[in-house]
């Protein structure tokens, strides 16, 4: 059984920061890919950042240059630090990563629950 939790989500001010941690746990072989998807009220889920497993980033628009995506390949972690948050930031985090669960040779995607990042005065 293949876990992603995530953890970090909160209230914060207009033009602060906040640090997502994702970590992936269970029978897992390997991971490729990792990202941070989000999902605000009414809105679809769209792509946050994304990091292949030799540090390739990719991230959206709306946020280039405010937010880092990180990853500790040893430790099956994914990060995500959020800096100048503007209340359009507001959205459900989640976790996601493309991994090969021990045993098999096929690459699924898996999903943390999701937190939730809340930009407001």
């Known amino acids: 059984q293949v876990q992603l939790v995530e953890s970090g989500g909160g209230l914060v001010q207009p033009g602060g920061s906040l640090r997502l941690s994702c970590a992936a746990s269970g029978s897992i072989f390997s991971i490729n890919a990792m990202g941070w998807y989000r999902q605000a009220p009414g809105k679809q889920r769209e792509l946050v950042a994304a990091?292949?497993?030799?540090?390739?980033?990719d991230y959206a628009d709306s946020v280039k240059g405010r937010f880092t995506i990180s990853r500790d390949n040893a430790k099956n972690t994914v990060n995500l630090q959020m800096n100048s948050l503007k209340p359009e930031d507001t959205a459900v985090y989640y976790c996601?990563?493309?991994?090969?669960?021990?045993?098999?040779?096929?690459?699924?995607?898996?999903w943390g629950k999701g937190t939730l990042v809340t930009v407001s005065s």
């Open positions: 990091i292949t497993r030799g540090g390739s980033t």
């Open positions: 996601n990563a493309d991994l090969i669960v021990a045993g098999t040779y096929v690459g699924l995607d898996y």
